[in-house]
């Protein structure tokens, strides 16, 4: 009866979610789903599983966003549309320990979710970004975590360029709803 119902809490864990879908609100309103690959990068998946299932995610904006490169968001901490410090998005993490490197031999293409970090390689913890070009320059030196499999068109309208200062200037694109697609 044990192995049955460690079996059952296995099934349910965030850590074999194969997907997320994403509800982007702002100019760029839509819908992106991603694809994770939980048997390249199992602790980041995970972490980012988890984060999303509670909540974390949600109303959280793209705080980094680069024409021809990626679009960045993620930072639970700092980076909520409502309450957060924009001065202070893309500095902060979760509560949660950060990940040492899960680097893999996928290449950065367009579509590509990678983990942001810090110099240290060791130092992903809740940020992600979406490529919007191929980025080589990336390979091997960050943690590939899914590719974008429906809704790259809502990405490519995240609108460029609205940091200012540490602060925004106009509306940016958030995550409006994080969930799973087991």
Partial sequence: MR?????FSLLASPALATGLQVEIAGEAAGVVTIDLFEDVAPQHVAQIAALAEEGAYDGVVFHRVIDGFMAQTGDVEFGKIDGGDM???GRGGSDRPDLPAE??????????VGMARSQSPNSANS???IMFEEGYSLNG???VIGTVTEGMD?????NRGLVLM????GQPA???FVTFIY
């Fill in 141 to 143: 030196q960050y943690t």
């Fill in 174 to 176: 958030f995550l409006a």
């Fill in 3 to 7: 192995k049955l119902a460690i079996a």
């Fill in 103 to 112: 680097f893999s031999d996928l290449p950065f293409d367009r579509g590509v």
């Fill in 154 to 158: 809502v990405v490519d309208a995240i």
């Fill in 87 to 89: 001065s202070r998005a």
């Fill in 127 to 129: 940020q992600f970004f």
């Fill in 166 to 169: 540490g602060g925004f200037f």
